[in-house]
């Protein structure tokens, strides 16, 4: 079974500029999540997709958006791109999305705005 | 609400010695507790899951963990540490009223010395 993919591996942007990452789950997986990795601040949710709804959202501005779609891939946006948005970023799928559920990590896009 | 702290940045051990990797939690309601690892430039892959069955849970590489209610604790251990066994080391908690949303701690960087 393919495990999760993320796309790109890198990117490198500059400031003002919007982004749209790339995540496609592994097959049977019907919840997508993403996550903000940084040094400064750690790994931070960012919003979870489940049949192509959010479900739940993390505490970051609406420049970070997403969509999930029919077949579960989900991609995300970051609008106006800022120094800070420089991250890893995560996504993560799940069967159901349940709080006891084991989540499947691709190796991530890191994200430079310079 | 629920947060979780990981009471070493950094945890030096040589090979064939005890890991011991501290975790403690709080949540307003019944946790699900996790711990995952990070090598470098890969995404998160779970070591083992607490969901109220048994307080000892054994993962996978030799490594358990035991959760602890009266201290609110969930440390990792192994005892005897692998070159392999090098990586970053998250402690996460999940819970099941509210919104999911899992709240992962800063981490551990585990170094392990030949």
């Known amino acids: 079974k393919a495990g999760v993919t993320q796309t790109p591996r890198y990117l490198i942007k500059t400031r003002g500029q919007q982004v749209t990452l790339s995540c496609s789950p592994i097959s049977g997986h019907r919840s997508v999540s993403w996550y903000q990795q940084t040094p400064g601040q750690g790994l931070q949710f960012l919003f979870e997709y489940f049949s192509e709804t959010q479900r739940n959202k993390g505490n970051f501005p609406g420049r970070f958006s997403g969509r999930q779609f029919s077949n579960s891939r989900s991609e995300m946006n970051v609008s106006t791109l800022e120094l800070g948005d420089s991250a890893l970023y995560l996504c993560?799928?799940?069967?159901?999305?349940?709080?006891?559920?084991?989540?499947?990590f691709g190796s991530g896009t890191q994200l430079s705005v310079l | 609400a629920q947060s979780v702290t990981q009471l070493d940045s950094h945890v030096s051990v040589s090979e064939g010695t005890p890991v011991l990797l501290r975790c403690n939690y709080s949540s307003s309601y019944s946790p699900s507790l996790f711990w995952y690892v990070q090598h470098p430039n890969k995404g998160l892959q779970l070591l083992l899951k607490y969901t109220s069955a048994a307080t000892l849970v054994k993962g996978i590489n030799g490594f358990e963990a035991e959760f602890k209610k009266s201290e609110t604790s969930f440390h990792l251990t192994k005892p005897s540490a692998h070159m392999s066994d090098a990586a970053e080391y998250f402690c996460v908690v999940s819970s099941s009223g509210g919104s999911y949303i899992p709240t992962f701690g800063r981490g551990t960087s585990l170094i392990v010395h030949p």
């Open positions: 993560a799928s799940s069967l159901e999305g349940g709080t006891n559920e084991k989540l499947f």
